[in-house]
Every structure is written in structure tokens, then in C-alpha cells.
């Protein structure tokens, strides 16, 4: 801080200037009287003696707020240079009116303010105006005064003499009290520093010491370390002599066993290499299986007859897999459930798998649909993980092997081969038979695609049963796999009783309802895979296989009875509607399609004749 500028303020410093100015207003209060009008300066230019006391606490007041405001500010900003202004403006004025009793206010006060604010050089030109300013003052109010207060002039001039004098005075006290300040706060700012810059190297000092001792430390640990580690390296010296003296005496018995290692890795070799050759034939035997599934998937593929395709799978599973039994079973639907049907068996037991038929889940065949699962019979019977029990289908077979036969969009049966004996069956054909059956359902499921396809084509407009042509067709077809696998096909004719009066008294469009519902009811109460077929007017045929003669008039019975107890009802009126029918089955009846159909039909003629609403037998 710049001595010449500014000083140091102090709580000591704001003290002396509120002392200085405590007492220099009770000192002019004291002089004037408390500005009463019988003081020394009562004779005044204007009339301000009529309120003493109020002049008084105005002065009074103002000095405690200008004692306030320089205690509680600093003296650097505005309100200092404010209350010296204030202060060398009452003291001109009191002076002028009141004499020298106000001259401290006037001129100590605003210089002393002024060199508490702005330094010695400011005070020091503040002091010369001052005097200049005050000796203009005093030589006019001497004039005046001399003219009516002669005896007085005097005492003004010794109280301006030594008002003056005090004041230089004061302000001398102040400049050496603040210069006091200035330098004891300058050495205290030095020795603040010096404090610091010793604190700060006995902190460096402190820390270099801490270094020192860590790195002591730390050379003290790594000396006791490297210590413990050379002893370690001794006893590993000590350890390795003795391991290398075992090691020499291990070698000499690895010597003997690495000779005999090599006699052992030598047989090792060769029984790998027979190993290798071994799995090298397995693989040579699976890639012969794939080749051979090959070929029998373009064989199955060479025709979408379900009938050839029937024929050629079993024909390759035989070869594949050669059985007792070979049982080809068949999904379809009768009167809305669905059953497992044995569509070709080539078996000694043909008598047992002749109108063979199981439910979803029933038996070995049942289940495999129901789970598509494939699973091993070895003795008779086999317990699988849910705890269900399956057996054989014939007692006289001990083992089978069960798969079923579905695509991602269907599923369409299952096959069944039986051999005698227990454990006929290895897993390699276990595996066999589940790729073959994967690859047959391919070939399967294109053949049933294009039956329905072609049954769709093949249909009687009106009543959308098929025609004669899908029925003779059919019917070949089946003879010739009934007698290649000796099951029975069987074929109904029927017709209605008085259709043409029903005709003639209702009208065509009645007698064209009536076909429609007898096509309906007929199809509730038989098998999907059973043909119906219109061959003429109300005449139609029911083509049923895995069924003899018997079991077809039992079929009839139903029918007869159906279509009897059904309510034709056409315009508000109750039409009652029997049949006719004739059964004939193959082989007790007929050898061939046109044989079959002849001898149906005598028999139909036979129960018309004989009075209609019932089944006759070829006879």
C-alpha cells in the first residue's frame, strides 16, 4: 500500500477521527453557548436566533451520523470524500455565522478527511487552500466586525490563531499515526511472508526428511528381501542338487519304460488303425444306406398313384428290411373320427391284419401316430419313459420296429415290421427305418396330393359324390392290392324306392334335394377312405375295402336304416325315403371289377323285388 496515496484504516485511526470530531463540536457548542443569542456571537447578519435548539441538534445530529458512517466504512469509496465535503460546507457556514468556534469543523475536519483518504500531499494542498481560503474569510469578517464589534476583534483573531495552529497540529498527529499504520502493517506483511516462506521450507524440508526416511525404509526392506531370497536361492540350489541326482537315476527308469511305452504305443497304433478301418466301413455302410434310400425315394417318386406308391414301399422295406410282417397303416376319417387302417400287409398273418383298424394312441401303431415317436420292441413287449406298456401285434412275433409316417403338414399313418425271434431287430435298422420312413413320407404325402386332386376332378355334379369313372378306376385298384395282400374289398349298389313317382308328383327340384341329403347321410355314417359314387338317376355304389361280404351288408343295414329314419323335408312336407340294396364281396363273390359289379347289382334287383327298404346278398 502506497503511503503518499492512502493510509492504513484502522479501528485506531477511525477512533482519533471520531474523537477529533466528538470534541470539536462540544468545544463550539461550548464557545457559542449552544448558539444561544447572548453568546460572544450573538449579533448576527440574519435572523437564525429564533430556534437555538434546533440549530443545535441539527449539528449535533449530524456529526453522530458522520461519526457512524466513517466508523462502519472504509476510507477508500465515496462516503468519506461525502462527509469531508459535508464537513468543510457546515463548518463555512457555521463559521460564518458563529466565528472561529467552527473553524475546526471547517478546516481540520475536511483535511483531515482528505489525507485519511488520499494521502500526506493531498492533505498537505488541502492545507494551503485552506489557509489562503480562511485568511480571505478572516480579513473580511475583520473588516466587518471592526466597524461594530471593536473590542472583541481580539479574541477572534487569538481563537483563528490558534484554531489554525490546532489543526495543523491534528493533522500532523494523524499524518504520523498513519504512517505508523502504513509501516506496521508493512512489517507485518513482511513477516507474514517471511512466516510463510519458513513454513514452507521447514514443510519442505519435513517432506524431504519423510522421503529420505521412505527411501531408507524401502532400501532396508529390499536389503532384507534380497537377503531372504538369496537364502531361498541356497535351499533351491540344495533342492535342484538332489532333484538332479533323482533325475538321473528317473532317467535311467524312463529309459527302460519309454522302450516300453514304444512297444505299447506301437500295438496302440494298430489297434487305432484297426479302429479307423473299422469306422471307415461304418461309414462306407452309411454311405451305401444313403445311396440305396436314394435310389428307393426315385423309385417311390416314379408315380403319384397312391396304390404304386403303397406297392413300391413295402416292396423296398422287405429289402431294406427283411421281416415277418411288413404292415402299412393308413390315417383316415370315419363318421368324424379319425382310425388307423392296415392298408397293405405282407404277412402270414394276413387273417389278423384283414379289417384291422385302431384308434389314435391305441397300440403300437396307435401310439406311434399319436406321439410321432419311433421306438424297439425286443421281447414281446417294451416299457417306454411315460411308463406306457406296448406289445407286438401278432404273439407269435417277439420283436417289431414301430415308426410313423408324417410330413410337416400331415401326418398319414405308420409302419409296422415284426420278426419271431427276441432282439431281431439292431439299432443300425432302427435308424434305418426312421430314415426310410422320413424319406417315405415325402413320396406319401405327394401320392395323397394328387388323389385328391384327381378325386376332386372326378365328381358328380349334383350331389358331389364321385362318378362311375372314379369308381371303376378305384375299384381295380383295390382288387388288385386285395388280392396281392388277401384282404377283402366288397362293393354296395343301392337305389330308392319309388324315386321316379316322387319325381313326377313333386318335381325334379324336390327329387334333386332328396340325392343331395341321401349323399349326406350316407357320407356321416361311413369311412373316409370308403369311395360313394353316383353312377345313374338315384343309383349309386359304396366301394368299401378291408371288409367281406358280411361286414359290407352290415355297412348296408346302417344305411337302410339312416336314410329311413332321416326326415326329408321338402316344401313344408315330409317325404319318406327308403333304399334298395345289394352287397357283393371280393374274393367270395367275384374275381374281378365287372364281376363285382354285376353280382352287386342282381342282388340290389333281388331286395327291390322283394319289396325295397332292405340289404340283399349276392346269392
Known amino acids: 500500500m502506497d503511503s503518499d496515496q492512502t493510509f492504513y484504516a484502522s479501528k485506531h485511526l477511525k477512533a482519533f477521527m471520531i474523537v477529533i470530531r466528538i470534541v470539536g463540536v462540544i468545544l463550539a457548542l461550548v464557545l457559542t453557548g449552544m448558539h444561544s443569542p447572548d453568546s460572544l456571537c450573538s449579533e448576527l447578519p440574519f435572523e437564525v436566533a429564533g430556534f437555538p435548539q434546533i440549530l443545535t441538534v441539527a449539528v449535533f445530529l449530524y456529526n453522530v451520523v458522520a461519526a457512524v458512517l466513517t466508523w462502519r466504512t472504509d476510507n477508500q469509496g465515496f462516503v468519506p470524500l461525502a462527509i469531508a465535503i459535508m464537513d468543510l460546507a457546515v463548518g463555512m457556514v457555521l463559521t460564518f455565522f458563529y466565528g472561529p468556534a467552527y473553524l475546526i469543523l471547517s478546516f481540520t475536519l475536511p483535511i483531515l478527511m482528505i489525507c485519511y483518504i488520499y494521502g500526506a500531499s493531498a492533505a498537505l494542498i488541502g492545507s494551503v487552500v485552506g489557509t489562503l481560503l480562511y485568511a480571505v474569510m478572516f480579513a473580511w469578517a475583520f473588516v466587518n466586525r471592526l466597524e461594530s464589534f471593536p473590542e472583541q476583534m481580539q479574541y477572534f483573531i487569538h481563537m483563528g490563531v490558534v484554531q489554525i495552529g490546532s489543526g ?6 494523524f499524518w504520523v499515526a498513519a504512517q505508523e499504520g502504513v509501516e506496521r502493517l508493512t512489517r507485518e506483511s513482511s513477516l507474514q511472508r517471511e512466516k510463510d516462506m519458513l513454513f514452507q521450507e521447514i514443510q519442505s524440508a519435513r517432506t524431504q526428511n519423510e522421503q529420505i526416511s521412505s527411501e531408507l525404509g ?9 537377503n531372504r531370497e538369496n537364502a531361498n536361492l541356497k535351499e533351491e540350489l540344495d533342492i535342484s542338487l538332489k532333484r538332479l541326482q533323482e533325475a538321473r537315476v528317473n532317467l535311467q527308469k524312463t529309459e527302460k519304460m519309454a522302450e516300453e511305452q514304444g512297444r505299447e504305443a506301437s500295438q496302440a497304433a494298430r489297434r487305432e488303425k484297426i479302429q479307423i478301418q473299422r469306422q471307415l466301413a461304418i461309414l462306407q455302410q452309411r454311405l451305401d444306406r444313403q445311396n440305396r434310400l436314394v435310389e428307393v425315394s426315385r423309385k417311390l417318386s416314379g408315380s403319384l398313384a397312391l396304390s404304386d406308391t403303397l406297392l413300391a414301399l413295402t416292396e423296398q422295406l422287405q429289402t431294406f428290411l427283411p421281416c415277418q410282417s411288413c404292415v402299412i397303416f393308413m390315417l383316415d376319417e370315419v363318421q368324424g373320427q379319425q382310425k388307423l387302417f392296415a392298408e397293405v400287409a405282407a404277412s402270414p398273418f394276413t387273417d389278423v391284419f384283414r379289417n384291422f383298424s385302431l384308434q389314435i394312441g391305441e397300440g403300437a401303431p396307435g401310439y406311434a401316430v399319436s406321439k410321432l415317436t419311433s421306438f424297439k420292441i425286443d421281447e414281446g413287449s417294451v416299457e417306454l419313459k411315460d411308463g406306457t406298456v406296448l406289445t ?3 404273439d407269435k412275433e417277439r420283436s417289431a420296429l414301430v415308426a410313423p409316417l408324417a410330413t410337416p403338414a400331415q401326418t398319414i399313418g405308420a409302419v409296422y415290421l415284426g420278426r419271431p425271434g427276441d432282439q431281431a431287430f439292431t439299432e443300425d435298422e432302427f435308424d434305418l427305418l426312421i430314415d426310410f420312413c422320413e424319406m417315405a413320407s415325402v413320396a406319401l404325402g405327394n401320392a395323397l396330393l394328387y388323389q385328391r386332386a384327381v378325386t376332386q376332378g372326378l365328381r358328380d355334379p349334383l350331389t358331389g359324390a364321385h362318378n362311375s369313372l372314379f ?10 392290392r386285395g388280392n396281392r395282400y388277401i384282404y377283402s374289398v366288397s362293393l354296395l349298389l343301392f337305389c330308392l324306392d319309388g324315386f321316379s313317382q316322387i319325381v313326377d308328383n313333386l318335381g325334379q327340384d324336390v327329387g334333386d334335394n332328396i340325392l343331395r341329403e341321401v349323399v349326406e347321410v350316407v357320407r356321416k355314417i361311413t369311412r ?5 359314387a353316383r353312377l345313374e338317376g ?12 358280411v361286414k359290407c351288408s352290415e355297412v348296408g343295414v346302417r344305411i337302410c336304416e339312416a336314410i329311413a329314419a332321416h326326415a326329408f323335408v321338402m316344401g313344408g312336407r315330409r317325404v319318406r325315403v327308403t333304399l334298395s340294396v345289394g352287397a357283393a364281396g371280393s374274393p367270395h363273390d367275384a374275381a374281378n371289377a365287372e364281376q363285382l359289379t354285376m353280382r352287386a347289382s342282381a342282388a340290389m334287383q333281388q331286395a327291390q323285388q322283394a319289396g325295397g327298404n332292405q340289404v340283399c346278398l349276392w346269392n
Open 528 to 532: 373316409e377312405i370308403d369311395v360313394l
Open 168 to 173: 495543523y497540529l491534528l493533522i500532523g498527529i
Open 392 to 394: 407286438t401285434l401278432v
Open 471 to 480: 369308381l371303376e378306376e378305384r375299384m381295380r385298384e383295390e382288387l388288385k
Open 218 to 226: 524401502e532400501s532396508e526392506n529390499k536389503l532384507r528381501v534380497f
Open 538 to 549: 338315384d343309383t349309386f355304389a359304396l366301394l368299401v375295402d378291408h371288409a367281406d361280404r
